[in-house]
């Protein structure tokens, strides 16, 4: 298995405070990617990074911010977390864009 | 632009019985195509992938072939088990971006 580890596993939080999960991997790839998934629409790009202080945007950045200032870590904040940011949020990484991606196992983030 | 569409679930099976889930995809180029599975409370998995037309796939007993004269990817399984209750989402490369684009997934539940 790729060593891809996410922080928090579940995380409750209100409205309106700030929210910083975590991508952690060990395999040196160069893309890391946020996803969130929500029912009825699959999988979804937030933010994307191709290398140190490299990031770009997905199909659904309104919200949320990222960065990434070593190789090995990705953040994602939620700067006034909504409810409707409750979901399930995943990072992959891969080698190279476009090609296999290799994904964590997932926070599940209930914002109330 | 490249897009996938994969059939809707959820697809309720008996153990044993044949599996097809259908995937369709529109693209320039030669993209490579995915598949991947999602377990109950898991990160997406790469189940098999094709990187070149008449190329198959295969994994666990899944096999999937790269048709570029139908532009499709169609997941099959001859006998499936319990065990392969999941949600499965097919994927291409690449979309505007250079990233991979994933299908809305497909939940499969295996009766005994």
């Known amino acids: 298995d790729a060593g891809i580890t996410q922080s928090p596993r ?9 929210v910083t999960l975590r991508c952690h991997q060990t ?59 409750t979901s399930v949020y995943f990072c992959a990484i891969s080698g190279d864009q476009g090609e296999t991606q290799y994904f964590g196992p997932g926070t599940r983030l209930l914002v109330l | 632009g490249n897009s996938v569409t994969q059939m ?26 995915f598949w991947y599975v999602q377990y109950p409370g898991e990160g997406l998995q790469l189940l098999l992938k094709a990187t070149k037309a008449d190329d198959k796939g295969s994994n666990k007993g899944f096999e999937a072939t790269y048709r570029k004269e139908t532009t499709s990817f169609h997941l099959e399984k001859g006998s499936v088990q319990v065990s392969d209750s999941a949600v499965y989402f097919c994927a291409l490369s690449r979309d505007s971006q250079g990233n991979l684009i994933f299908g809305k997934g497909t939940k499969l539940s295996v009766k005994p």
């Open chain 1, 27 to 85: 395999e040196n790839h160069r893309y890391m990617y946020w996803y969130r998934q929500d029912p009825g629409h699959g999988l979804r790009l937030i933010h994307y990074s191709y290398g140190v202080k490299d990031t770009d945007k997905g199909e659904v950045s309104d919200g949320y911010s990222v960065s990434r200032s070593k190789t090995e870590d990705f953040l994602l904040t939620l700067e006034s977390a909504t409810s409707s940011q």
């Open chain 2, 8 to 33: 809707e679930g959820p697809v309720t099976l008996s153990e044993e019985a044949f599996l097809t889930i259908n995937c369709t995809y529109t693209a320039t180029g030669y993209p490579s195509l």
């Open chain 1, 10 to 18: 579940h995380k409750v939080t209100e409205t309106g405070t700030p």
